[in-house]
T-cell receptor
Framework: NAGVTQTPKFRVLKTGQSMTLLCAQD?????MYWYRQDPGMGLRLIHY???????AKGEVPDGYNVSRLKKQNFLLGLESAAPSQTSVYFC??????????????FGPGTRLTVT | DQQVKQNSPSLSVQEGRISILNCDYT??????FLWYKKYPAEGPTFLIS?????DKNEDGRFTVFLNKSAKHLSLHIVPSQPGDSAVYFC??????????FGTGTSLTVIP
């Protein structure tokens, strides 16, 4: 049981390049989330999904796109990377939105630098 | 605008003493609150939670207190251990779809 895994762990991009971050979970969770963590800002929600085939915007969605084609995978795409997207990206999953099961399980993070 | 705030960026406590981490929120619609612990180069891990219908939840050395009238929650760790040294985030949610995190408090437990 690997929990939540993220690929890649590190990446350096040049401004304007594109990339996709992959998140996978093996806990059969319905809900999946993408966050970014910046110094002094805590974790901010980029996009989330409440089930296969669904996605929704979070607090800071601009410049990112997501897809949830399979229940276990949640992809985060940057179409044209900008230096402001330099951050640590965390994926998380949870079993439900009800009062029980809301605790999220996080992946180890992807450190992205855009030059 | 930050809806969940942790005003203390850092806290140092002697081993064996109590650690108290604080969190304030602005949105009265939040119905669930959580605390996470994060070690460097790792993702956050869930620690303890409380729903808005309760004012206290306890799990071993960890207790979370919720004061809805003050829009304030706190995490008590007693006794504190060196392994508790980490960054602690509080988080709040409405319906479980969106979570709002504080900026974190770095706890150092001194042996």
């Amino acid at each position: 049981n690997a929990g939540v895994t993220q690929t890649p762990k590190f990446r350096v991009l040049k401004t304007g390049q594109s990339m996709t971050l992959l998140c996978a979970q093996d806990m059969n969770h319905e809900y999946m989330y993408w966050y970014r963590q910046d110094p002094g800002m805590g974790l901010r929600l980029i996009h989330y999904s409440v089930g296969e085939g669904t996605t929704a915007k979070g607090e800071v969605p601009d410049g990112y796109n997501v897809s949830r084609l399979k229940k276990q995978n949640f992809l985060l795409g940057l179409e044209s990377a900008a230096p402001s997207q330099t951050s640590v990206y965390f994926c998380a999953s949870s079993s439900s939105g009800g009062l029980s099961g809301r605790e999220q399980y996080f992946g180890p993070g992807t450190r992205l630098t855009v030059t | 605008d930050q809806q969940v705030k942790q005003n203390s960026p850092s806290l140092s406590v002697q081993e064996g003493r109590i650690s108290i981490l604080n969190c304030d929120y602005t949105n009265s619609m939040f119905d669930y609150f959580l605390w996470y612990k994060k070690y460097p180069a790792e993702g956050p891990t869930f620690l303890i939670s409380i729903s808005s219908i309760k004012d206290k939840n306890e799990d071993g050395r960890f207790t979370v207190f919720l004061n809805k009238s003050a829009k304030h929650l706190s995490l008590h760790i007693v006794p504190s251990q060196p392994g508790d040294s980490a960054v602690y985030f509080c988080a709040a949610s409405i319906t479980g779809n969106q979570f709002y995190f504080g900026t974190g408090t770095s706890l150092t437990v001194i042996p």
